[in-house]
């Protein structure tokens, strides 16, 4: 027995996303090579947005963060909301297909189902390079006709994008969607994240686009109170190097150099729920206690 989450009784009116495949041994890699006896960045992520795909371990690491800082999990759920929006706007752009990098826990609707809303010829390709991730990702992602996951690592943009998986779906004659989800907020200065995302924009034609959001510890510029708790940045800091990886948050500057070829669509690199926004605006405050910015570039 496990202490994760159970599940609670399915609803009737939502689909089944199974079934699980019987285990991890599918991916090249043995049950025991999971290591649940520390916290898991995509676990502490799914456990923000009140999933069940968690362990102890997990929920303490978390509850800890929820302590330093107790809006994360708006924070976590403005940062779906805002790639949502972004997908659609690339599909409305006309991209009918999208590589997607490092995805975590998959929870819908993830990319393929917000694109084929408007676009149901989409294609998706998913990559992480994390097992636990991928024993999610190929139940609950690659079921689907036009999808695929592919186990892949960013840091190694050539084997990503010559993965046989990633080839099968995506035509890199026809422009691209690159979404990257949360790995950037776990890539240190040594690992160059500005060249990995380079490199990827550069294998793709013009008229990509690219989703991408970060983390940050800044105050929202528009908040006269806003200042830097450092103290708290620490602190959250120190909670994920315990974690199976650390935590590299960034300003704004610091997120832009991250951009490569792509150049931002207006409004430009923004707090996630200032992104092209579909409701009400939140007011300052709120928007000081949102910890990502987010951006959609073009390739031209």
């Not at 996303?17 to 676990?43: C, K, M, N, V």
């Not at 999610?136 to 695929?148: I, Y």
């Not at 035509?171 to 950037?184: T, W």
Request: glycine share 8%; charged share 25%.
């Amino acid at each position: 027995m496990t202490d994760q989450h159970s599940p609670p009784e399915a609803d009737a009116g939502v689909p089944e996303i199974g079934p699980y495949p019987p285990g991890p041994d599918h991916l090249g890699f043995s049950a025991e090579e999971i290591d649940t006896s520390r916290p898991h960045p995509a676990r502490m992520y799914d456990y923000f947005l009140g999933g069940w795909d968690n362990y102890e371990v997990d929920r303490v690491a978390a509850d800890r963060v929820i302590e330093l800082h107790p809006q994360v999990r708006d924070s976590v759920r403005a940062n779906g909301a805002f790639r949502q929006r972004a997908v659609r706007a690339v599909v409305a752009s006309g991209i009918r297909q999208f590589l997607v990098l490092g995805i975590g826990i998959p929870t819908s609707p993830n990319t393929h189902e917000v694109a084929r809303e408007t676009a149901p010829e989409t294609r998706v390709v998913y990559v992480d390079s994390d097992p636990i991730v991928a024993t999610h990702a190929r139940a609950r992602l690659a079921n689907a006709p036009g999808t695929a996951f592919a186990l892949g690592d960013i840091r190694d943009p050539q084997a990503v994008l010559d993965d046989p998986v990633v080839r099968e779906l995506i035509d890199f004659e026809r422009p691209v969607g690159l979404l990257v989800g949360g790995v950037m907020d776990f890539l240190g200065e040594d690992d160059n994240p500005a060249a990995l995302l380079a490199a990827f924009g550069a294998a793709l034609p013009a008229g990509s686009h690219l989703v991408l959001s970060h983390g940050t510890y800044e105050p929202y510029e528009g908040y006269a109170e806003g200042k830097v708790d450092e103290a708290a940045r620490d602190h959250v800091e120190e909670v994920y190097k315990s974690a199976t990886t650390p935590l590299a948050l960034r300003t704004k500057d610091e997120f832009a150099a991250l951009l490569g070829p792509f150049t931002p669509l207006e409004p430009g690199i923004v707090r996630v729920p200032l992104w092209r926004p579909d409701g009400p605006v939140p007011g300052p405050k709120e928007l000081n206690d949102t910890i990502f910015y987010g951006v959609v570039g073009r390739k031209e």
